[in-house]
Structures are given as structure tokens and as C-alpha cells.
């Protein structure tokens, strides 16, 4: 294969099936393998070794935890157990004996939660400063409008994102690059979507692809057109807040209808700095439900509290349940 | 769902079904890395006993900078390097390593098992740390203490030579190829 011919190299193409390459690398890999024919072979032949591989399945004997195990944890929480005792009881005498020793005591803890405190709120300066405010409007478009209509299609399955509505972000919001014929829309959100008080409020790298059913798309999407308009009319966040709330007052915005949901199951999707790809999953939207309810953020519960709306002005819960495949089929990392 | 970090964490504090759950997510992924780089079965339920008794053991060096998918792995990783030492320490000794398992074992299994075993040992351990154990370049890099860039072109190199030997065995067997690629939602029987 010719690097002339091709803007990405063999090893790159093989990183972009695997979810390892950051988000405009990925973009650009998507759209030229859709092109490329020769590009498609040697991704189905990746594809066919990954298959083949996972021939070789191993099936585990289903046991509980061996006694062995079971023993030597007793033995462990018992001496953690212990030791927490004998410092209470250690704290105690020093407490009663020394009075003088319980205020150095005091002081050093005081002292020591200020500097716990101070790198804390450091760490979060450092962090926030890192997208303190809107960058460039550029940043934030992808130069390629064709490679925004893959990126934004691949949230979802082919047999739904292909006769889904599409949106694209131009300099003064969203606009449709189709019509759709099945009521679902499909877009790449930015970051702006994120929740008020997070440090990536204003990161231009984030690229989030989803695809809302019918029910989403008549109730949620018009937040994600309603905050983006308000970031291009240059609003600060107390406005847009403000904005939101009143709109959600008048029914200018509508609680999630039911069924709201939305796929983002995307492989070139970039969420945030510490997510990255992510997983591919499902959200579902309600209006606001205790996470009790769905068992989400339960031991061993596959359903997650989503925290975009979270403390913020729009009145929401959003569920998160990870899918086993990207939209292209490939199978998922484990989380 | 908790991440496996924050469990681990409350493991620390002393909670017993923090650690149930982890060994509930990881016991057949653990499994399964030992069945396929030992071929035997006993040592790898064994090796997944020892792989969480070290959990515990260390429970409380554990500092959730690393992941804890990543510190479990690098725990397995030592634990295949010790068993295979001593492998060829009593292979030295005159006594032979017990030969792979394969009674029952699917033809296409051992076909996949052969061509793998044709890679080079580092390279092979980078293809199924990927394939099987679904780690990320980084987390490889990490766990072998190896550039990334290496990870991703030592992948590249040992898919390809992958793909090479699986087509020339598919020309000689086609049904074993086609068996093998076949969807098998629960394919049974390695042992």
C-alpha cells in the first residue's frame, strides 16, 4: 500500500480498529476506509485474524471463592479489623493521659488537612486551567464536513444511523445535513455538553457521537441545539444556566419524553480527557428518578448514573448501560 | 457501576464484598490468560488462587495510580514467568514439563493454539494480551515496560505473520478454516 494513495499508514488503520487513535486521526481513518477499498480488505483481514483468534475460548469451571481464599481474607479484614482497635485504643490513653499531646495532635491534624485542602483545590486549578475558557470557534468545527457525517453516523449501527436525520456543527449551531426517513438523529456533540463545573467544559478536543431515537430527539436533543447556540452567542455559563432554567420554566424545553434514549456506540468518539474513546453504550433519559430505582452504581450493576445533568439546571437522569460492540460490530474493550 | 478502583479501595478499608465482586469480574478473564499461556488446566484455577491470595497479601501497597485490570494482569504475568521457570528448571533436572492438554480439544483450537505458538514469544504475548485480554496499547506498554509505539508495531507485525500462517494452513484444511471463523456464541469443550 502506497503512502501517496493513502493518508494513513497500514499500522495506523490496524490502531483505528483497535480504538487507539485519538479522535481526528480516527476521524480521518473512518472516512478514507469508507473510500478505500484496498484499505477495507486489509481491515477485514484484521478483522477475520481477531475472529479466528477467538476460536481458542476457554470455559472456566463456575466456582465460588475457593476456601483457601476465603481463609486468608478472613485473616486480612480481621487484622485490619484489630489494628484499627488497638489505634482506637492507643488514641484513647494518649487522649486521657496527655491532654497537651491531643492538642499537637490537633494542630498537626489541622495543619494537615489546610495542606490536604490547598493541594486539592491546586490540583483542581491546574486541572480547570488547563480549558479555563472557550477557545476558538475553529477548535471546535471539524474541517471536513464529510467526515463529521461518518463520525456523527457511526454512533450508532448502519441499519439505524443510515436513514437517521444528520446534524452538523457550523458557525452558528447545528444544521441538517440531510432529512432522515426513520426519526432518529444523529450528531457529534462538543464539550460544552458537559456538565457546568467540569474542567473540560471547554475542551475542543472532546467529539461526541450520538445518535437519539425519535423520543430523544424531540425532548433531549433540544438542549444539545439550545446550549450550543448560546456558547456561539458568546453567553457565559451563569447566562446559559440561567437561560436553561427559564426554558424548562415556559416549556420552551420539555422533560424527557418516555423512551428518550440515544446510542453511542462509536469507536472515534472522544469524550473527555480521562475517558477517551470510552466503551460503547446506550444512555436512557428520564425525568428526575433516583439511581436506587435502576440499581445503577450497585456492585456488579451494569447500570451507571450518568453525571451530565447532575447538579445542573436541566431536571434529568441519564442512565448508562455499556454494549459488548462498537457500531461497526467489532467487539468492545473490557471495562 | 463501581469501577474497579474505587473496590479496590474499599477493599483496603476492609470490605469483603468489595473484593467478592472483583473476583466475580476477573476470575474467568484470569482463567482464561492462564489456560492459554500454560495449556493446563488444574494450574490455571491454581494460578488464579494465587494470582488473588497476592491480592490480599498486598492489598494495602495498592495505590490506584495503576489500573486495577492492569495490576492483576501484572501479577499473572509473574506468576506465568515463575511457573515457566520452573518448568525449565525441572526440565534440566531431567524431568519433562507436562505435556499440553488436548484430549477433547476442538481441531480448530489446536489449529489456532499452533499457529500462535509460531509467533515469537514477545510478540505472541502482545497479540493476546490484545486479543484476549482486551488490554490497551498503553496498558501493555506499561505492563511489559515497553514503548508504545513497540506495542503497536510488534501487534502489526504479529497479526500479519498471524494472518500469513492462517491462510496458508486454511489452503491445506478449508474446513478447518471455515469451522473456525464460523459465529459461535458459546463454543464448548477445551479441556
Known amino acids: 500500500m502506497s503512502t501517496n494513495r493513502h493518508p494513513i499508514e497500514q499500522e495506523e488503520l490496524m490502531a483505528y480498529l483497535d480504538g487507539e487513535l485519538p479522535t481526528d486521526q480516527a476521524t480521518e481513518a473512518m472516512s478514507h476506509l469508507e473510500l478505500c477499498p484496498e484499505c477495507r480488505t486489509l481491515a477485514a483481514d484484521f478483522q477475520d485474524v481477531s475472529q479466528t483468534l477467538m476460536a481458542w475460548e476457554v470455559e472456566s469451571p463456575e466456582v465460588g471463592i475457593p476456601s483457601e481464599i476465603n481463609v486468608a481474607l478472613g485473616e486480612r479484614l480481621q487484622k485490619r479489623k484489630a489494628a484499627k482497635v488497638n489505634w482506637s485504643n492507643l488514641e484513647n490513653r494518649v487522649i486521657t493521659r496527655r491532654w497537651l499531646w491531643a492538642g499537637a495532635l490537633a494542630i498537626v491534624c489541622v495543619a494537615v488537612g489546610l495542606q490536604l485542602t490547598l493541594t486539592s483545590r491546586n490540583r483542581n486549578e491546574d486541572r480547570s486551567t488547563v480549558y479555563p475558557s472557550m477557545a476558538s470557534i475553529e477548535q471546535y468545527l471539524m474541517p471536513d464536513r464529510n467526515t463529521e457525517i461518518a463520525m456523527a453516523r457511526s454512533a450508532a449501527p448502519e441499519a439505524i444511523s443510515s436513514d437517521a436525520k444528520i446534524l452538523v456543527l457550523g458557525w452558528r449551531g447545528y444544521e441538517p445535513a440531510n432529512q432522515g426517513k426513520n426519526g432518529f438523529v444523529c450528531m457529534v456533540e462538543r464539550s460544552w455538553m458537559s456538565p457546568f463545573n467540569s474542567a473540560e467544559f471547554w475542551n475542543p478536543r472532546v467529539r461526541v457521537p450520538m445518535c437519539f431515537n425519535p423520543a430523544a430527539a424531540r425532548s433531549i436533543l433540544p438542549l444539545t441545539i439550545k446550549r450550543t447556540e448560546m456558547v456561539l452567542a458568546g453567553m457565559s455559563k451563569a447566562q446559559m444556566i440561567d437561560s436553561i432554567r427559564a426554558g424548562f420554566a415556559n416549556k420552551e424545553l420539555l422533560a424527557p419524553e418516555p423512551g428518550a434514549m440515544c446510542y453511542m456506540m462509536s469507536r472515534a468518539g472522544y469524550l473527555n480527557d480521562t475517558l477517551g474513546h470510552y466503551v460503547p453504550h446506550l444512555m436512557f433519559y428520564f425525568p428526575l428518578t433516583d439511581k436506587s430505582s435502576w440499581g445503577a452504581d450497585l456492585a456488579g450493576s451494569p447500570v451507571t448514573l450518568n453525571p451530565q445533568f447532575r447538579d445542573g439546571p436541566e431536571p434529568i437522569t441519564e442512565f448508562v448501560i455499556p454494549v459488548g460492540k462498537w457500531s461497526d460490530g467489532t467487539a468492545a474493550p473490557v471495562m | ?191
Open chain 2, 1 to 191: 457501576m463501581t469501577s474497579d478502583e474505587a473496590l479496590m479501595l474499599e477493599f483496603q478499608g476492609g470490605s469483603r464484598a468489595a473484593f467478592e465482586e472483583l473476583f466475580a469480574r476477573y476470575r474467568k478473564s484470569l482463567y482464561g490468560f492462564f489456560w492459554r499461556r500454560l495449556n493446563n488446566p488444574e494450574r490455571a484455577e491454581d494460578l488464579v488462587q494465587e494470582t488473588f491470595l497476592a491480592v490480599i497479601r498486598a492489598a494495602s501497597r495498592y495505590e490506584p495510580r495503576a489500573l486495577v485490570r492492569t495490576y492483576l494482569y501484572g501479577i499473572a504475568l509473574k506468576l506465568v514467568a515463575a511457573e515457566r521457570r520452573k518448568f525449565l528448571t525441572s526440565s534440566t533436572l531431567g524431568h519433562s514439563a507436562p505435556e499440553p492438554k488436548t484430549d477433547g480439544t476442538p481441531e480448530f483450537v489446536l489449529w489456532v493454539r499452533q499457529a500462535m505458538e509460531k509467533l515469537n514469544s514477545p510478540d505472541r504475548e502482545i497479540l493476546m494480551l490484545r486479543e484476549y485480554e482486551q488490554l490497551s496499547y498503553s496498558d501493555i506498554a506499561e505492563l511489559l515496560r515497553i514503548p508504545i509505539n513497540t506495542v503497536r508495531s510488534k501487534l502489526f507485525r504479529s497479526r500479519l505473520e498471524l494472518k500469513g500462517y492462517l491462510e496458508s494452513e486454511a489452503k491445506t484444511n478449508p474446513a478447518l478454516r471455515a469451522s473456525a471463523v464460523q459465529p459461535h456464541p458459546r463454543r464448548r469443550g477445551l479441556q
